[in-house]
């Protein structure tokens, strides 16, 4: 039987960086060229590799739909206070990722909308399917990519042609996912910690949202609410 490997999961966490990775570490994988959902691709014949974050909002059809393939499902997260704060160039004038709401992207005419579910229905899809994916922390993969690797291709059952390390600008990317990359380059973790110098923005879409709180400790980024009093205590000196 042919694999299916499914990378999914919250947008601006490294789906994009994960299927470049894989895809140049295991030529053998069948892939797109752009960003695709595994419902619509026949993974029956080859062993294939399909990306699109909101894939995991369709988790249930995925595992109805796809019981008789050898399904391995990434689900991709990352520091809920980075995802919030992350940008696309496409959205030049917002942040790209909230709570409630994403930006849907429209490149082919230049449109974007906020009209994509946000990190509440993806945490909620993660929540409810933790025991049947392979968990990829965002952090782990730019910091440690080789302890990375080696458990994705334990979970997958196949064994990688070259490391992630060597991904670079060099490296086989399509156009059409270079967009969502934002470029090629080396791993780097610069987007690793930036809610910091967002101040405003974590404190607005935590206050509006309180189930970020919740989100931020089960995922394992923190162990309860500390880090916001004392981060506010000295931005916010009238609390």
Not at 32 to 37: G, L, Q, R
Not at 61 to 87: E, Y
Not at 184 to 202: F, N
Request: net charge positive.
């Amino acid at each position: 039987m042919q694999k299916h490997v499914v990378i999914c999961g919250m947008s601006r966490s490294g789906t994009t960086l994960l299927h470049s990775l894989m895809q140049n570490s295991s030529p053998n994988f069948v892939t797109s060229d752009n960003e695709v959902s595994c419902l619509n691709v026949n993974s029956a014949l080859h062993t294939t590799l399909t990306k699109r974050p909101l894939d995991c909002l369709e988790l249930p059809t995925i595992f109805a739909r796809l019981v008789d393939r050898n399904l391995r499902v990434i689900f991709c997260v990352r520091d809920p206070r980075d995802v919030i704060c992350s940008v696309h160039k496409l959205v030049p004038h917002d942040y790209f990722i909230g709570y409630k709401n994403q930006y849907f992207l429209d490149v082919k005419n230049h449109i974007s909308s906020l009209s994509n579910p946000g990190l509440k229905q993806i945490y909620a899809s993660w929540s409810r399917f933790a025991d049947k994916v392979l968990t990829v922390r965002y952090e782990d993969l730019v910091l440690r990519p080789e302890t990375v690797q080696k458990a994705i291709y334990a979970y997958v059952g196949e064994h990688p042609e070259s490391d992630f390390s060597e991904f670079s600008e060099s490296s086989r990317v399509s156009e059409k996912m270079v967009v969502a990359l934002n470029g090629t380059r080396q791993i780097d973790s610069k987007g690793v910690g930036i809610w910091r110098k967002h101040p405003q923005r974590v404190w607005q879409e935590f206050t509006d949202n309180p189930a970020l709180f919740e989100m931020v400790v089960k995922l394992g980024y923190e162990v309860d609410t500390e880090w916001f009093r004392s981060t506010y205590k000295s931005k916010l000196p009238y609390l």
